[in-house]
């Protein structure tokens, strides 16, 4: 559903939110259509460009940004128009260009994800630290947290005058956040140089906008739960006998509860200054939920 989030901004929020199904969105303003992130299957981000070209009013989409490499915000970049500027940090245009998941999802997850006809489109424009868009009048930053977070390539869109806050997988509304290709300390510092922009309103990179005093109620969510992931490190055990022990208390209701697997990977590897092993994880996560993790994308 395309949601107004306050005139001429726009969030595309689709339930459930879970494995694979994101958020993007949309400014309209001026001449301009300015796309945050596109979806994982061509299906899905066919409906989001349907519903944009609802609002748009025959306006062109005339630029677009990627916030982080994962294939729920990215592997519909292909079905933007050709004309469209596609902005995105440098290590993602990287990540993207090799990614291996695009031509055939492994069966870590249940179903197996159909991408449809999707092909790889990278950023035209690769961004560092920070760049700042107009479009149609709206004044649109991209900035870069300045360390890993959820990946090593996140971007957030920062309208300043509008006091909107697109986080993509930075934040996550009401389920277990993911930073297995990230750094669980880096998206816990990320939170507090989001903080620092005072948004009123921000759309996550899954579940619900957030509003007001919802954004620090829900950023404290997650601090505890990385604190509880970094807690939860114990040397002499493996990251899947760590989690199989360890008890998620308040974050157990979370849908994806099995990321506290892929996450305790990434925990684990931090501790130990090694390399993570991403199928290791992934089968793990598997393991610790008795079969393949599910999706409804
Ligand atoms: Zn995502």
Known sequence: MLETVVPGVHAWVQPDGTWWVNNAGAIVG???????????TEAR????????DGVAGGRAVR?????HQHGDHTYGNSLLPRATVLFGHERMREALRTDPIIDGCPPFWEPVPDWGDVTRRVPDVAVRDRLTVHAGGTRIELLHPGETAHTTGDLVAWLPVEGVLFAGDLVFSGLTPLVFMGSVGGAMRALDWMAALQPEHLVPGHGPVLHGSEIARAFGQLRRYYEFVLATVQPGR????????????EFADWADAERIVLNLHRAYAEHDGAEMDLIA??????KWRGGPMRTSV
């Open 281 to 286: 994880a992934l089968s793990d996560a598997v």
């Open 238 to 249: 493996t990251p899947l006998e760590a989690a199989s022990a360890c008890d998620l208390g």
């Open 30 to 40: 001026g001449d301009d259509v300015f796309i945050v992130d596109t979806c994982a």
């Open 63 to 67: 630029m677009a940004v990627n916030t």
């Open 45 to 52: 981000t066919r409906r989001f460009l349907a519903a944009v």
